[in-house]
């Protein structure tokens, strides 16, 4: 009687914080859930934040385009495609422009912010979905960069 009622309590109480523990990896096997564990997070105050599956990233092509005649001005062109079966958050990105020699010659790192204005942060990259980034900027103080490399990662 008293020991199976303690037993049952102990158990409720272990699958609850499991529940909490464990509730991105819920959310990303069962995004049904995500509805209800948002409600009970804004109570909670705790988050529910998707996966950051770096590796289901991949930078399927990249182009960056000069202006002849703003010599520091570029457009950074790319198609980034989440391959994993669930959806992930939006990376940050860092462009690295380099000289002749392949030498860094100014590196920085973009938040989703930045390359990805107006971004639900929250629905992330969608299962299988295709990103198709153009992004001008400017490099000031740089000698004319001939390559350039980018790759996504989380902070």
């Known amino acids: 009687g008293l020991l199976g009622l303690l037993v049952g309590i102990l158990l409720g109480a272990l699958v609850v914080q499991c529940a909490y523990l464990f509730r991105d990896d819920a959310v990303r096997l069962w995004p049904r859930l995500k509805p209800l564990y948002l409600e009970v997070c804004e109570r909670l105050d705790c988050t529910v934040e998707l996966p950051r599956t770096a590796g289901a990233l991949h930078i399927q092509t990249s182009d960056l385009e000069s202006n002849p005649r703003h010599p520091n001005h570029y457009v950074l062109n790319a198609l980034i495609r989440n391959d994993a079966a669930h959806a992930v958050q939006y990376p940050h990105l860092e462009l690295t422009l380099t000289d002749a020699r392949d030498r860094p010659v100014v590196r920085r790192a973009l938040a989703p912010a930045e390359w990805m204005p107006g971004a639900v942060e929250e629905d992330g990259i969608a ?10 900027f ?3 103080g740089v000698a004319h960069a001939v390559g350039y490399r980018i790759y996504a990662f989380y902070p």
């Open 127 to 136: 299962a299988g979905a295709e990103i198709v980034l153009k992004l001008p």
């Open 138 to 140: 400017e490099a000031k």
